[in-house]
């Protein structure tokens, strides 16, 4: 009933920028905070970033500084800007949405990943 599409990400040099998009769409009434995590092998899956319906954002200390949410009410559209990149940013990683539903309710949803390498 909702899906979660993302893209971007890919293969890039330390120091260098991505760009990740995550783009909701099915029967939504409305989506409250939108969010960014990260799993990288053997790890858990941590938050990077958040980002209200209001615009209200908050970061992991680790990409504070480097990585900028934003979001597009508008289009239920959700982005990360990754700048400054590190080799420890390699990651899947993943775009989250709290979803009010015509059908199904008030819901968590997850894109389906997205691969970020970066090389030293």
């Known amino acids: 009933q909702v899906q979660l599409v993302q893209s971007g990400g890919g293969l890039v040099q330390a120091g260098g920028s991505l760009r990740l998009s995550c783009a909701a769409s099915g029967s939504i009434f409305r989506i409250n905070d939108m969010g960014w995590y990260r799993q990288a092998p053997g790890e858990q899956r941590e938050l990077v970033a958040v980002?209200?319906?209001?615009?209200?954002?908050n970061y992991a200390d680790s990409v504070k500084g480097r990585f900028t949410i934003s979001r597009d009410n508008a289009k239920n559209t959700v982005y990360l800007q990754m700048n400054s990149l590190k080799p420890e940013d390699t990651a899947v990683y993943y775009c989250n949405a709290d979803v009010e539903s015509w059908v199904t309710g008030r819901l968590p949803y997850w894109g389906q990943g997205t691969q970020v390498t970066v090389s030293s």
């Open positions: 980002v209200t319906s209001g615009g209200s954002t």
